[in-house]
Structure formats: structure tokens, C-alpha cells
């Protein structure tokens, strides 16, 4: 079981609506600071949040001329990181500023989100797991809506307990979501996908309150795939309704969480209000838990993981260490998921 944090993959560095033109902004991600800025053209750039000159963080300056000017003594950095300008320099004094350079990082921006790959300067990122896309929509489309939090723990706690299908009755008690005492048996298929595995379509569970509100006769999918992403995918005859749900590991105890939900379903939005009412508290209750949690794991106790609840969650653990070892070991990934039904009560 790894439980280290997986390299070369793509992580959720920043929702694009986070990211204004020519404003520098940091976010740390495996415990690197990374420096993210759009420029005036639109581009994201992304790169170790460190002067190299004497350290300081390079988003603490302005970004000029589609440049990081950094605030100590004004070097200046382009999208790749190189170096274009040092101020203090004569004009016969001989130091060639491009030799200088930070670290970058690739980016890529679709569907309302900037991801960075955080990996090895020489890995083809081709290889690595595909970003998860929203087939319904195109690569433009804005999020309904976004929520950010942060949990205060480690990814892979965050991880299992989003995608837990024991906790609901439990934590997510509420009156108008469900409690114990509505419990039932549930049966779910699950198939393999890319470096994933997927609770293929089906009709939602009749105790799920949430579900009803969208009218009609819905469908849904989910689908988890490396590193951290879980998409669910609601269909409503014609219509589409997505819940997307980013990790992104920002050191050993602190993990942020990307909620975005899209849809197409034009009354909807008048329940946008209390849609992010609703992801809030729910993002909230499962914080509680994994923040109580730490109580517990500040002892290192051993867990468990039990039949067929937490299958998902070993699923998870052997999809991470099969890319690690297949990283490490330069072979083929193996993928550790079959075809199956699970069964548990919730
Ligand atoms: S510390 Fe950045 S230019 Fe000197
Ligand atoms: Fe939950």
C-alpha cells in the first residue's frame, strides 16, 4: 500500500475563476510552493514560488509586461521560468540573465479549471492519466458553481472518506438528506475504466432525497480516477448534471478539496443558492469527520478496511501503488480492478 503522494500526475492547482489577469497567485501542492499567473493574452504559467537570487517568493511581486517581476530586486521571469531581466546589471557588466532559470511547471486549463503537473522534468506527460472531461460540455464551459475547502488531513484520508459509501447515514444526517433509519441494502455494479474504476449507470437509491428534486427519471455514473478525482455524472433525459470533485495534496496534513457542479438544466439554476447551501454543509460534515478522525490517527493505530464497503477505498490503494511501482519499476501498468458487484447497507 503506498501512501505517499503520487508524482507525475495532474492535480487541480487553481479554478480558473481564482486566477485574474497579471495577479501572481500561490498555492502550495506536495508541499512546493507553486506561483501561478495568467497573462495578458490568457496563458497560465505556473512555477516555483522561489526567487532564485536570495528566496524570496516570487508571488509577493507584480506581474509586468506579461512577466513575473520579482519584488526583492526586480529580476524578471517568463512563463518558462527563464530569467529576462536583471536591473541591477551595468550594461558592460557580463551575465547572461536567460541562463538563469526557475523551475516550471506544465499547465493545462479546460472546463473551468487550471491543473499543473507536479512530476519529474523529463517525464512524457502524454502518459500519464488523461485529465477527467465532462463529455457533455465543451472544454469552455464555466462551473455552475465552485466551492474550495480545505481538509486537515492527509489525501488518502480525504480520499476514502469522499468516496465511503458506509458514512452517509452517519455523517450526512440531516433532515433533508438521510438518516439511519432509512437504510438499505444497496447493489452496485463497478467496472474498471483508465487508471480508475466506475459504479457504472444506473437508477440513484429511492432514499436519496437529493436526487428527486432534478424530476424525471435520472441516471447516474461515477467514476474515480487517478490521482484523486471523482466525477459523477447525472443524466436527466437530454439533460446533464455533473458533481466534480478535485484533491489536490498540499502537504502530509492538509488537503484541498474542488467541488464544482455543472448542468444544463436552465430552472436549476434558480436553486443555485441553495445548491451551494447544500455542497457546503455537505463538504462540511465530511471535514468534521476526517477532522475528528485525526484524533484518533495522532496514535498511528492500525485500520481496516472491510467487504464490500471499502472495497473502493483497497481499490484506491492498489490503483496509487500499481502507478507508483509501475512508475518506479519502468514496466506496464497492471490494473487492479475487475469487473464486480458490490454490496453493503447504507
Ligand atoms: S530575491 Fe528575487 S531578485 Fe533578488
Ligand atoms: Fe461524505
Given at each position: 500500500m503506498y501512501s505517499g503522494f503520487l508524482k507525475n500526475v495532474w492535480y487541480v492547482?487553481?479554478?480558473?475563476?481564482?486566477l485574474a489577469v497579471n495577479k501572481a497567485t500561490a498555492r502550495k501542492i506536495l508541499g512546493e510552493p507553486i506561483v501561478f499567473y495568467r497573462d495578458s493574452k490568457g496563458k497560465v504559467s505556473a512555477m516555483r514560488?522561489?526567487?532564485?537570487?536570495?528566496?524570496?517568493?516570487?508571488?509577493y511581486g507584480r506581474v509586468v509586461n506579461d512577466q513575473i517581476e520579482c519584488p526583492y530586486h526586480g529580476w524578471k521571469f517568463d512563463g518558462t521560468g527563464m530569467?529576462?531581466?536583471?536591473?541591477?546589471?551595468?550594461?558592460?557588466?557580463?551575465?547572461?540573465?536567460?541562463?538563469i532559470k526557475v523551475r516550471s511547471y506544465p499547465v493545462h486549463e479546460a472546463q473551468g479549471l487550471i491543473w499543473v503537473f507536479v512530476g519529474?522534468?523529463?517525464?512524457?506527460?502524454?502518459?500519464?492519466?488523461a485529465i477527467p472531461v465532462?463529455?457533455?460540455?465543451?472544454?469552455?464551459v464555466k462551473p455552475n458553481l465552485t466551492y474550495v475547502v480545505n481538509f486537515p488531513c492527509h489525501v488518502d484520508h480525504a480520499v476514502i472518506g469522499l468516496m465511503d459509501p458506509a458514512h452517509g447515514p452517519y455523517v450526512h444526517k440531516s433532515w433533508f438528506w438521510r438518516s439511519e433509519k432509512t437504510m438499505l441494502e444497496k447493489k452496485k455494479k463497478f467496472a474498471p475504466v483508465n487508471y480508475g474504476f466506475q459504479m457504472v449507470r444506473h437508477q440513484p437509491?429511492?432514499?436519496?432525497?437529493?436526487?428527486?428534486?432534478?424530476?424525471?427519471t435520472p441516471t447516474t455514473e461515477i467514476t474515480f480516477t487517478l490521482p484523486c478525482v471523482r466525477v459523477e455524472h447525472i443524466e436527466v433525459g437530454p439533460r446533464n448534471f455533473y458533481s466534480y470533485t478535485a484533491l489536490t495534496p498540499?502537504?502530509?496534513?492538509n488537503t484541498r478539496v474542488t467541488q464544482l457542479a455543472y448542468w444544463d438544466?436552465?430552472?436549476l439554476t434558480l436553486l443555485k443558492p441553495a445548491i451551494h447551501q447544500f455542497s457546503k454543509k455537505f463538504l462540511g460534515q465530511d471535514m468534521d469527520a476526517v477532522t475528528k478522525q485525526q484524533d484518533g490517527l495522532r496514535y498511528d493505530p492500525s485500520l481496516m478496511l472491510i467487504k464490500d464497503a471499502d472495497t473502493q477505498a483497497k481499490w484506491y490503494y492498489a490503483l496509487k501503488t500499481e502507478y507508483h511501482d509501475h512508475l518506479e519499476g519502468k514496466r506496464e501498468f497492471n490494473h487492479p480492478v475487475k469487473e464486480t458487484e458490490l454490496r453493503w447497507r447504507s
Amino acid at each position: 500500500m503506498y501512501s505517499g503522494f503520487l508524482k507525475n500526475v495532474w492535480y487541480v492547482g487553481i479554478p480558473s475563476a481564482e486566477l485574474a489577469v497579471n495577479k501572481a497567485t500561490a498555492r502550495k501542492i506536495l508541499g512546493e510552493p507553486i506561483v501561478f499567473y495568467r497573462d495578458s493574452k490568457g496563458k497560465v504559467s505556473a512555477m516555483r514560488d522561489i526567487c532564485p537570487h536570495r528566496g524570496i517568493p516570487l508571488s509577493y511581486g507584480r506581474v509586468v509586461n506579461d512577466q513575473i517581476e520579482c519584488p526583492y530586486h526586480g529580476w524578471k521571469f517568463d512563463g518558462t521560468g527563464m530569467c529576462t531581466e536583471i536591473p541591477s546589471l551595468c550594461p558592460d557588466q557580463e551575465l547572461n540573465p536567460n541562463k538563469i532559470k526557475v523551475r516550471s511547471y506544465p499547465v493545462h486549463e479546460a472546463q473551468g479549471l487550471i491543473w499543473v503537473f507536479v512530476g519529474d522534468k523529463d517525464y512524457d506527460v502524454s502518459k500519464a492519466p488523461a485529465i477527467p472531461v465532462m463529455k457533455a460540455f465543451p472544454a469552455d464551459v464555466k462551473p455552475n458553481l465552485t466551492y474550495v475547502v480545505n481538509f486537515p488531513c492527509h489525501v488518502d484520508h480525504a480520499v476514502i472518506g469522499l468516496m465511503d459509501p458506509a458514512h452517509g447515514p452517519y455523517v450526512h444526517k440531516s433532515w433533508f438528506w438521510r438518516s439511519e433509519k432509512t437504510m438499505l441494502e444497496k447493489k452496485k455494479k463497478f467496472a474498471p475504466v483508465n487508471y480508475g474504476f466506475q459504479m457504472v449507470r444506473h437508477q440513484p437509491s429511492k432514499n436519496s432525497k437529493a436526487y428527486k428534486i432534478l424530476g424525471g427519471t435520472p441516471t447516474t455514473e461515477i467514476t474515480f480516477t487517478l490521482p484523486c478525482v471523482r466525477v459523477e455524472h447525472i443524466e436527466v433525459g437530454p439533460r446533464n448534471f455533473y458533481s466534480y470533485t478535485a484533491l489536490t495534496p498540499v502537504d502530509e496534513n492538509n488537503t484541498r478539496v474542488t467541488q464544482l457542479a455543472y448542468w444544463d438544466i436552465p430552472w436549476l439554476t434558480l436553486l443555485k443558492p441553495a445548491i451551494h447551501q447544500f455542497s457546503k454543509k455537505f463538504l462540511g460534515q465530511d471535514m468534521d469527520a476526517v477532522t475528528k478522525q485525526q484524533d484518533g490517527l495522532r496514535y498511528d493505530p492500525s485500520l481496516m478496511l472491510i467487504k464490500d464497503a471499502d472495497t473502493q477505498a483497497k481499490w484506491y490503494y492498489a490503483l496509487k501503488t500499481e502507478y507508483h511501482d509501475h512508475l518506479e519499476g519502468k514496466r506496464e501498468f497492471n490494473h487492479p480492478v475487475k469487473e464486480t458487484e458490490l454490496r453493503w447497507r447504507s
